[in-house]
């Protein structure tokens, strides 16, 4: 079994960048994917971005594509969420799960072993 736990989050201003961090431990059954999802408070949980196991591909919701970058290094078992140019709207909890084999990247159903999440404030 995999647990995932999230690092890096924190309270920033509007234009600034953060980096976060999804450490696996554990053992897992077979190469898997990762994504990147947020809560807002009061609002429903939301895909942010995922990769694939050897990192070809990678998945971003409008909302963050250009500033935003994901990316993975398997020999750390880490997966990172490179934030640049924050928005306030971008002010959530944000977590990383493992991704299901086969299943769809940027539905939530496809998800497991969820991180406890990270705080990403960013004041304007």
């Known amino acids: 079994q995999v647990q995932l736990v999230e690092s890096g989050g924190g309270l920033v201003q509007a234009g600034d960048s953060l980096s976060l961090s999804c450490a696996a431990s554990?053992?897992?059954?077979?190469?898997?994917?990762v994504g990147w999802f947020r809560q807002a408070l009061g609002k429903e949980r939301e895909f942010v971005a995922a990769?694939?196991?050897?990192?070809?591909?990678?998945y971003y919701t409008d909302s963050v594509k250009g500033r935003f970058t994901i990316s993975r290094d398997n020999a750390k078992n880490t997966v990172y969420l490179q934030m640049n140019n924050l928005k306030p709207e971008d002010t959530a909890l944000y977590y990383c799960?493992?991704?299901?084999?086969?299943?769809?990247?940027?539905?939530?159903?496809?998800?497991?072993?969820w991180g406890q999440g990270t705080q990403v404030t960013v004041s304007s």
């Open positions: 799960a493992k991704k299901s084999t086969g299943s769809a990247y940027t539905l939530l159903s496809s998800y497991h072993y």
């Open positions: 990769i694939s196991w050897i990192g070809d591909r990678t």
């Open positions: 554990g053992r897992a059954d077979r190469q898997y994917a």
